[in-house]
């Protein structure tokens, strides 16, 4: 389990350096339209107008994917669904 520490430490957004691929920062995304179970891919925000899927991502135990919803995902982990 993660300590308050370093959760709160995720959440601090450093200034990038050359090659980061901006992990510590939130990104938005959409569950797969297809997603029925596993680890789901997602259409980050700025992929939208190509439909690029990412790589299946882990998600907190408290959420659980459903097809299209909106999440937040920080450093390659959904979090939770967004409204």
Same mark, same amino acid.
């Given at each position: 389990?993660?300590?308050?520490?370093?959760?709160?430490?995720?959440?601090?957004?450093?200034?990038?350096?050359?090659?980061?691929?901006?992990?510590? !920062? @939130?990104?938005?995304?959409?569950?797969?339209?297809?997603? %029925?179970?596993?680890?789901?891919? &997602? +259409?980050? *925000?700025?992929?939208?107008?190509?439909?690029?899927?990412?790589?299946?991502?882990?998600? !907190? @135990?408290?959420?659980?994917?459903?097809?299209?919803?909106? %999440?937040?995902?920080?450093?390659? &982990? +959904?979090? *939770?669904?967004?409204?």
């Amino acid at each position: 389990m993660i300590n308050p520490n370093d959760f709160a430490r995720m959440f601090v957004l450093n200034e990038p350096k050359e090659g980061d691929d901006n992990n510590n !920062l @939130a990104r938005f995304a959409t569950i797969d339209p297809q997603y %029925v179970s596993g680890r789901p891919q &997602v +259409i980050y *925000d700025i992929d939208v107008a190509n439909g690029t899927l990412s790589k299946p991502l882990p998600h !907190l @135990a408290s959420y659980s994917p459903v097809a299209n919803d909106r %999440v937040m995902i920080l450093q390659g &982990v +959904i979090l *939770d669904k967004i409204i």
